[in-house]
């Protein structure tokens, strides 16, 4: 697959999915990826949830290997119970097409608060806009 392909704005949904106890329910929104991948197959990524499409968070890192294999990462940040942290959300996925269309799908962990048992499953579900 050619890696210079792969750049461009995805649409698509990130859901949430609490699977420890953090208070907080999961979900779904609506997001635009921003993907600038490069010969080599590393990409950084910026996301934009809806409904204003404002970047979210710091950029992701990742590479995109031979056969579609993705893997990302970035780094977040969390204040539980009044403590502060960075820590770093990993996904892990494939790229591929569908009927002419390109598709992308990641699913990692968020751990926000893991001394106080606070994980969320996250999946990212994406097509390239064309």
Not at 17 to 40: A, F, H
Not at 111 to 123: H, T, V
Request: charged fraction near 30%; glycine fraction near 12%; include cysteine.
């Amino acid at each position: 697959m050619d890696a210079a392909r792969l750049s461009g704005v995805w649409s698509g949904k990130r859901s949430t999915q609490e699977v420890g106890n953090c208070g907080m329910s999961g979900g779904g929104k609506n997001l635009r990826v921003t993907l600038d991948v490069k010969s080599d197959g590393s990409f950084t990524a910026t996301e934009a949830r809806a409904p204003d499409y404002k970047t979210v968070g710091p950029p992701w890192q990742g590479h995109v290997a031979p056969g579609g294999i993705v893997d990302a990462d970035r780094s977040a940040y969390a204040v539980c119970k009044g403590e502060k942290r960075e820590y770093r959300i990993r996904l892990a996925g494939k790229v591929w097409t569908d009927k002419a269309r390109l598709r992308l799908r990641l699913e990692g962990e968020d751990a926000p608060c893991p001394q106080y048992s606070c994980y969320f499953k996250l999946k990212y579900t994406l097509d390239r806009d064309e």
